[in-house]
């Protein structure tokens, strides 16, 4: 174990600590170690290293938490990226995931077993971290989020208790592994989650349209997004074309369906707009998850700086894309976009963690190239919320926590914020692992 181990002073360690964060803007915080366990028994020597030496630990599984919460400054990561099996049951009705395990890696795994998961939009975030803060991924509407399919999870306590939590052991450990994300009480070694029905065939149209149309397409957008059924997944996003720089506003709708019939009258009432709204240009696109994850990928370049914050609010979404289309106009860098929507959550009976669902949501992602571009592109990001109600929850996966009243608790509701302290005091009463923004 020792071997993997490696501390500030070591040959490779501040390569290693920037390697930890995806996002190409890294936090200035310097931890002492970093621990790479291969397995369980690892993970139990990384903690008790920790306690021996009181270092508060950040686990870390795929790196892609915006803030880079998992660096804890003079503590330990443990970084689990070595764990990342992906075991399907002979039945085919569950997978046992590594932490480490990544979306394109999870959905590739359950699509040669002929099997679905509502894995997240981009290829490379790490399960860990993902399916922690609930998940919301492709075809969320019909198969729930992530979370709420997980049925088992192993972990080790602070303490190095190595558990198995699920219904009926320890139902808090279970109850917070739906939504706690990076405020979990342990480290979680394993998931075993449910796989859904795989999609016969997915299609997508996607329709631009310049921002003097904003508002019909805001009343059009949600009365689309409201009578779709569960099966498609339509989103909405504000950005500046590459090339005169315009605000416009892209709309996708993804049907999941049966046979290509199907997708044709899902995606009917979204390329068939009978005047009301005139989009600039219309596609329609047949492929897989995995080209989906290619458009995601084309928004996300890496290696770039990235700011974010979100809200869910009960605004409905036309006053609040009026204000986005106004943030957009003003954003400093082309590359930067706000998504909106109706919150696919709305309906969410998640028995979780996750609990603050509300009607329409909405996440500005500023991303730019260079340092230099720091002050302007934060100012924008914080301006942007500005804009937005303040009365508002935020989604834990994608928060940053100074922007909000509350702070981090503003991602839960009162009464599992309480019972989350709760957990939190009963399975790490020494505070020892992921207190970043509760200490
Ligand atoms: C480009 C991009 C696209 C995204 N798209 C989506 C999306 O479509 N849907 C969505 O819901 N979210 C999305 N997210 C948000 C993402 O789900 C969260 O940032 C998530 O926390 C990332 O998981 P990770 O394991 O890669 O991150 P990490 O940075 O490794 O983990 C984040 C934190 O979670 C906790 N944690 C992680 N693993 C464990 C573990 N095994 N045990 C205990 N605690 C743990 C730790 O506190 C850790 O610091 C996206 C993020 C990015 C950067």
Not at 38 to 59: F, I, M, N, S, T
Request: net charge negative; aromatic share 6%; glycine share 10%.
């Amino acid at each position: 174990m020792e071997s993997r181990l490696v501390a500030r002073g070591d040959a490779g360690f501040e390569n290693l600590v920037r390697d930890l964060v995806w996002n190409g803007r890294k936090p200035t915080v310097v931890p002492k170690i970093i621990a790479r366990p291969a397995d369980v028994a690892g993970v139990v020597e990384a903690l008790a290293v920790a306690r021996r030496d009181q270092l508060p630990v950040g686990v870390r599984s795929g790196g892609h938490n915006w803030l880079g919460v998992c660096l804890r400054q003079d503590g330990m990561v443990i970084d689990l990226s070595a764990l990342r099996q992906v075991e399907i049951a002979p039945d085919l009705s569950t997978a046992r995931l590594g932490p480490g395990v990544t979306n394109d890696v999870l959905h590739t795994a359950v699509e040669e077993a002929g099997r679905a998961f509502p894995v997240g939009h981009c290829p490379s975030v790490g399960v860990g971290g993902y399916l922690l803060s609930g998940g919301f991924g492709w075809n969320s509407g019909e198969w729930g989020m992530a979370g709420e399919r997980v049925r088992r999870v192993e972990v080790v306590t602070a303490a190095g208790e190595v558990l198995v939590v699920d219904e009926d052991h320890h139902p808090d450990l279970l109850w917070a592994a739906c939504g706690a994300g990076m405020l979990f009480p342990a480290v979680a070694t394993s998931f075993e989650v449910e796989l859904a029905t795989r999609p016969r065939h997915i299609e997508w149209a996607t329709l631009v349209f310049g921002r003097d149309q904003t508002r019909a397409v805001a009343d059009w957008f949600s009365t689309r997004q409201r009578q779709a059924p569960a099966n498609v997944e339509a989103a909405l996003r504000v950005h500046r074309d590459g090339r005169d720089g315009a605000t416009r506003l892209e709309v996708t709708a993804v049907s999941f369906a049966g046979d290509r019939d199907q997708a044709n009258h899902d995606l009917r009432p979204w390329t068939e707009p009978v005047g009301q709204v005139s989009p600039l240009s219309v596609t329609r696109t047949a492929g897989g998850v995995r080209d989906l994850f290619a458009v995601e990928d084309a928004l996300h370049p890496v290696g770039a700086r990235y700011a974010t914050d979100n809200v869910q609010c009960d605004e409905p979404l036309p006053s609040l894309l009026d204000q986005l289309v106004v943030a957009m106009d003003r954003a400093p860098s082309h590359l930067s976009f706000i998504g909106t929507g109706v919150n696919p959550a709305g309906s969410s009976t998640a028995e979780g963690a996750f609990s603050v669902a509300m009607s329409t949501f909405a996440y500005p992602v500023a991303i730019w190239e260079s340092a230099a571009g720091d002050g302007a592109n934060d100012g924008w990001l914080r301006e942007t919320m500005r804009r937005v109600p303040s009365a508002r929850t935020s989604y834990i996966a994608e928060t940053t926590p100074e922007l909000h009243p509350g702070g981090v608790r503003d991602c839960f509701s009162a009464e599992s914020w309480e019972r989350l302290t709760r957990v939190r005091r009963q399975y790490d009463p020494a505070g020892l692992l992921n207190v970043a923004y509760v200490e």
